[in-house]
């Protein structure tokens, strides 16, 4: 399988316990987007990395947030002191962009967190 | 304020007939718009999609159009049938030069249910 994988699928944890999420992209893509969804709402924009270095960050990353990616493969989402409100489904996307053209952003399947 | 919205949360449809899924959106720098589709406890899939320089992209059984004067674009897929049931979600991406984070904006989704 040659798609975005996320790992673990699920996670349930309690309030102010830290959790990581793990992203592995489609191989060859330069970009990592970051994306939270919750009930009933479309995915919102987190992060998003070119190669390893991190571009943008959406004011909805607190600083209980941090992504990386190092040498510009996989990437870890972490969430510090989790909170109830944090519970969501956390979706990792990547795609390949040259120059100025439009890039197709794919999907991984997602990591369910729920906070306790 | 919701830049890309999708005002039918639900739609039925008979199998073999089309299915007309809208949205409209009020960012007049969008540039690219794309449509995912997306099951239970999956990740968004990646449908189609048409940059603002057409007003109409085809593929298979699915046709999106672009009305740029009107910031409206359709979603129409024929035949339709059981295993088109789904969420579809349209998002949009403003172009920005050199580095720019085509971060997508995502609207609210359709749940689409395809009657046999």
């Known amino acids: 399988d040659t798609g975005v994988s996320q790992n673990p699928r699920h996670k349930i944890t309690k309030r102010g316990q830290n959790v990581t999420f793990r992203c592995d992209p489609i191989?060859?893509?330069?970009?990592l987007y970051w994306y939270r969804q919750t009930l009933g709402q479309g995915p919102e924009f987190l992060t998003y990395?070119?190669?390893?270095?991190?571009?943008?960050k959406s004011r909805l990353l607190s600083d209980r947030f941090s992504a990386e990616r190092p040498k510009g493969s996989f990437s870890t989402l972490e969430i510090q002191r989790t909170e109830q409100g944090d519970s969501a489904m956390y979706l990792c996307?990547?795609?390949?962009?040259?120059?100025?053209?439009?890039?197709?952003?794919?999907f991984g399947p997602g990591t369910r967190l729920t906070v306790l | 304020d919701q830049q890309v919205k999708q005002n039918s949360p639900s739609l039925s449809v008979q199998e073999g007939r089309i299915s007309i899924l809208n949205c409209d959106y009020t960012?007049?720098?969008?540039?690219?718009f794309l449509w995912y589709k997306k099951y239970p406890a999956e990740g968004p899939t990646f449908l189609i999609s048409?940059?603002?320089?057409?007003d109409k992209n085809e593929d298979g059984r699915f046709t999106v159009f672009l009305n740029k004067s009107a910031k409206h674009l359709s979603l129409h897929i024929v035949p339709s049938q059981p295993g088109d049931s789904a969420v579809y979600f349209c998002?949009?991406?403003?172009?920005?030069?050199?580095?720019?984070?085509?971060?997508?904006?995502f609207g609210k989704g359709t749940k689409l249910s395809v009657i046999p």
């Open positions: 990395f070119q190669n390893e270095a991190q571009l943008e």
């Open positions: 960012n007049s720098m969008f540039d690219y």
């Open positions: 996307a990547s795609s390949f962009i040259s120059g100025g053209g439009a890039d197709t952003q794919y």
């Open positions: 048409i940059s603002s320089i057409k």
């Open positions: 191989s060859e893509h330069n970009r």
């Open positions: 998002a949009a991406r403003v172009a920005y030069s050199g580095a720019g984070s085509y971060q997508l904006t």
